[in-house]
Nanobody, 111 residues
């Protein structure tokens, strides 16, 4: 049974930074693609970033240049470093691995 637990969300002013974490269990973490998605009120869930087991990364256009995804295979944890945050980044952020999703962590950016 795969479990994903996100943490690190919160309230931050525009221009600030947050680092999200996602701890995974129940699978061979190091070989799996890990991803971050987000969902703002009234919107569909959208892709933010992913990291393949090989280390290759992909970002959405809105995340490129501001967000960085990384992973610590020894800790079975993936991170999302978010800098230069904007009010439009406000959303619930979800971690995903295989077909599993975490419960989400709220990020609120005030103007």
């Amino acid at each position: 049974q795969v479990q994903l637990v996100e943490s690190g969300g919160g309230l931050v002013q525009a221009g600030g930074s947050l680092r999200l974490s996602c701890a995974a269990s129940g699978s061979r973490f190091s070989i799996n693609t890990m991803g971050w998605y987000r969902q703002a009120p009234g919107n569909q869930r959208e892709f933010v970033a992913r990291m393949l087991g090989t280390g290759i990364t992909n970002y959405s256009d809105s995340a490129k240049g501001r967000f960085t995804i990384s992973r610590d295979n020894a800790k079975n944890t993936v991170y999302l470093q978010m800098n230069s945050l904007k009010p439009e980044d406000t959303a619930v952020y979800y971690c995903t691995m295989l077909s599993y999703w975490g419960q989400g962590t709220q990020v609120t950016v005030s103007s």
